[in-house]
C-alpha cells in the first residue's frame, strides 16, 4: 500500500514539474534567448560588455531552476525524515516482540499517514508559480 502511494506522490509532483516546465521555464527561455541575441548584435559593445549582457539574460531562469531545485528538495527531504521515522518506529515494534505481519501493517499506515501529512506540500508548490513568473 505505501509503495502505490509512493508512486502516486511521484507521479504527482512530476506532474507539477512538467507544468512548471511549460508553463513557466520554457516561456523564459522563448524571452531569453532573444534577449541573448541582442547581446551579440550590439556592435558598439566590447566583448565583455557581451559576456556580462549574456550572463544578465540567464539569470532569471537560473533563479527559477534553483528555486524549483530547492522546493524538490525540501519536500524529498520531508518524506525521507518521514520514512526514517517510520522505520524507526517499525523497529522499537520488533524489539518489543510484535509480530511481522502486525510490524508491516504497522509500517504501511505509519508511512501511509506520513506521506499524507506532507501532500499539502506539493499544491504549495505549484502556486508558487505565480513567484517564477515574476522573477522573469
Request: hydrophobic letters at 35%; a negative charge.
Given at each position: 500500500?505505501?509503495?502505490?502511494?509512493?508512486?502516486?506522490?511521484?507521479?504527482?509532483?512530476?506532474?507539477?514539474?512538467?507544468?512548471?516546465?511549460?508553463?513557466?521555464?520554457?516561456?523564459m527561455q522563448?524571452?531569453?534567448?532573444?534577449?541573448?541575441?541582442?547581446?551579440?548584435?550590439?556592435?558598439?559593445?566590447?566583448?565583455?560588455?557581451?559576456?556580462?549582457?549574456?550572463?544578465?539574460?540567464?539569470v532569471p531562469?537560473?533563479?527559477?531552476?534553483?528555486?524549483?531545485?530547492?522546493?524538490?528538495?525540501?519536500?524529498?527531504?520531508?518524506?525521507?525524515?518521514?520514512?526514517?521515522?517510520?522505520?524507526?518506529?517499525?523497529?522499537?515494534?520488533?524489539?518489543?516482540?510484535?509480530?511481522?505481519?502486525?510490524?508491516?501493517?504497522?509500517?504501511?499506515?505509519?508511512?501511509?499517514?506520513?506521506?499524507?501529512?506532507?501532500?499539502?506540500?506539493?499544491?504549495?508548490?505549484?502556486?508558487?508559480?505565480?513567484?517564477?513568473?515574476?522573477?522573469?
Open positions: 500500500m505505501a509503495e502505490l502511494q509512493q508512486l502516486w506522490v511521484q507521479e504527482m509532483v512530476d506532474s507539477m514539474v512538467k507544468s512548471l516546465e511549460r508553463e513557466s521555464i520554457q516561456k522563448s524571452l531569453m534567448f532573444p534577449w541573448s541575441t541582442s547581446c551579440c548584435e550590439d556592435s558598439q559593445a566590447s566583448m565583455q560588455q557581451v559576456h556580462q549582457c549574456i550572463q544578465h539574460s540567464h531562469l537560473a533563479q527559477v531552476q534553483a528555486l524549483v531545485t530547492s522546493n524538490l528538495e525540501k519536500f524529498q527531504d520531508c518524506q525521507a525524515w518521514c520514512t526514517i521515522h517510520c522505520n524507526d518506529k517499525t523497529k522499537d515494534s520488533i524489539d518489543a516482540g510484535s509480530k511481522e505481519l502486525q510490524v508491516k501493517r504497522q509500517l504501511d499506515c505509519r508511512v501511509t499517514k506520513c506521506i499524507d501529512d506532507h501532500m499539502h506540500l506539493i499544491p504549495t508548490m505549484t502556486k508558487k508559480k505565480e513567484a517564477l513568473l515574476s522573477i522573469g
